[in-house]
């Protein structure tokens, strides 16, 4: 193919894009309203996936310690605890001796104090409130923990419930997101099909005597290609600007209505990190719906 035919073709299908400005204005609309549709999806599913994720790892096991046990047997079990954050498993940990549970005991019962006249400190047991990396990780690890001395075997807890219920909510989350995405392709798809056929249909005799004149079907679909992918591309990066701007709007509201409820921990990621990743997909997105769609209107007037 000569460089000069393509550029004839390239702007033959740019101009058409002017020339038909009523169906293109209805073909750049869908693909906006698609793409907008689609980047807010993508961007709830990314929050709520950061936000479970991070609630993975505010999990905690909470392993108490044998109040029999010997010092040594205790350092045992810290040495266990820093060897395995050394080792990437566990994230973060804290020991909560019994005078601190005491203390932050009596706080919290500070308007019943009474109830704690007949106990001391001694009566409870230090605590280790460990974080890990991963939540794989756990049986493992506290697998291993019930064997040292120093740990009360019977009073090692974590959440796997709560833990399970979150997974099973990203799985939902996903697969409701992929039939979201899926339809909204397919449906994108045919009417920008739709709309680019009424465009080849005004042109069908044109289409039909350039076949009986010898014209390769390359030849006859590279502009209305053209034309999808600058329709395509148009729509990505205006979509992009209202998606940004609706999105940082929605991140103000919402994480000012999680303060106000007492809910900190649940945020909004910001825009600004994920910003290239949105414009290339809807990038991708945008041409590739009207490359799909040009193609599939023009190809019923090749038959001839």
Same mark, same amino acid.
């Given at each position: ?20 400005? %009523? ?7 869908? =693909? #906006?309203?698609?793409?907008? *549709?689609?980047? !807010?999806?993508? @961007? &709830? $599913? ?116 709560? %833990? ?7 799985? =939902? #989350?996903?697969?409701?997101? *992929?039939?979201? !995405?899926?339809? @909204? &392709? $397919? ?118």
């Amino acid at each position: 193919m000569k460089i000069r035919t393509v550029r004839l073709l390239v702007k033959e299908g740019t101009f058409n894009v002017y020339k038909n400005k %009523l169906m293109s204005f209805a073909s750049l609309a869908t =693909v #906006i309203a698609t793409l907008f *549709i689609l980047g !807010l999806v993508l @961007l &709830i $599913v990314v929050n709520v996936t950061t936000n479970i994720d991070n609630m993975k790892k505010d999990l905690e096991v909470v392993a108490f310690l044998d109040r029999d046990a010997s010092i040594l047997e205790k350092e045992e079990v810290g040495l266990y605890i820093e060897e395995n954050r050394k080792a990437g498993i566990v994230l973060s940990y804290r020991l909560e001796t019994a005078d601190e549970f005491f203390e932050s005991l009596k706080t919290d019962l500070r308007n019943n104090e009474k109830l704690l006249d007949d106990l001391s400190p001694e009566l409870f047991p230090d605590c280790y409130y460990i974080k890990l990396n991963h939540p794989d990780y756990s049986d493992d690890f506290i697998a291993k923990l019930k064997l040292y001395e120093g740990i009360d075997a019977d009073w090692i807890s974590y959440p796997k419930d709560e %833990l399970e219920k979150l997974s099973g909510t990203l799985s =939902v #989350i996903n697969y409701v997101t *992929i039939f979201i !995405l899926i339809v @909204l &392709i $397919v449906v994108s798809i045919l009417l920008i099909s739709n709309t680019i056929r009424l465009t080849v249909f005004a042109r069908r005799k044109e289409i039909e005597i350039m076949k009986y004149v010898g014209a390769l079907d390359w030849f006859i679909r590279l502009p209305f290609i053209v034309e999808g992918m600058i329709i395509g591309l148009a729509g990505s990066l205006v979509s992009f600007f209202f998606t940004s701007q609706t999105y940082s709007w929605i991140r103000s509201g919402l994480d000012t209505l999680f303060a106000s409820a007492g809910v900190p921990n649940l945020k909004m990621i910001e825009f600004n990190p994920v910003a290239l990743r949105v414009l290339v997909i809807y990038v991708i997105f945008g041409m590739t719906m009207g490359i799909i769609g040009s193609f599939m209107s023009v190809r019923k007037h090749l038959n001839v």
